[in-house]
Structures are given as C-alpha cells and as structure tokens.
C-alpha cells in the first residue's frame, strides 16, 4: 500500500510567491493605501494574533501574513497579523468594531 499523499491548496499569486520564497516585505498597494506585507510561514508562527479582518485569531502553526503601513518603514508599532483571505479581501469588507 502507498503512503497516503495530502494535497494541499496553493496560493500562486506573484506577490505572495515571491514573499514566500525571500522571506522579504513586498510593497502592495490598495484602496486604503501602501503597505508593506510578509508572509508568515507556519512553522514560524509561535504565538496567538487577533486578525484585523474577521476579529478572529491566527493561531500557532497558521500560515499568514503581516501587514504595516509603507508610511512607516520599520513598521512595529503597527505590524498587524492577517489571514491571507482576509488580508486579500479587505476591500470588499466593512471594518469590524
């Protein structure tokens, strides 16, 4: 009997490649501005985050990203931990709270 071989989905848009492979911050830019965005691998993820997009939480192990604003280059103050749905479908949102 062969191993069982689990498929995963991926997300092949240029940007969030590109991210994932470098490790680096790219430059996106939306409706609500510029920001600077790193993806998050998931055995990289130790801790619990809040998502901005959906109040949910970003749990250990998730694979996300992290978003800052381009007007602030170092960006820890405001770094905020996304699910890439949320982070992808921001625009299309109300804010919560």
């Given at each position: 009997m062969s191993p069982?071989?689990?498929?995963?989905?991926?997300?092949?848009?240029?940007?969030?490649?590109?991210?994932?492979?470098?490790?680096?911050?790219?430059?996106?830019?939306?409706?609500?501005?510029?920001?600077?965005?790193r993806m998050v691998a998931g055995v990289a993820a130790v801790k619990t985050y809040r998502c901005p997009g959906c109040a949910g939480e970003v749990l250990p192990g998730t694979v996300h990203l992290v978003a800052w604003s381009?007007?602030?280059?170092?960006?820890?103050?405001?770094?905020?931990?996304?699910h890439r749905s949320c982070w992808q479908q921001r625009n299309r949102r109300r804010p919560i709270g």
């Open positions: 069982r071989q689990n498929r995963r989905c991926r997300d092949d848009s240029p940007i969030h490649a590109a991210a994932a492979l470098s490790n680096a911050a790219t430059r996106e830019t939306g409706a609500d501005g510029q920001w600077w965005v381009a007007d602030d280059p170092d960006g820890s103050a405001h770094r905020r931990h996304w």
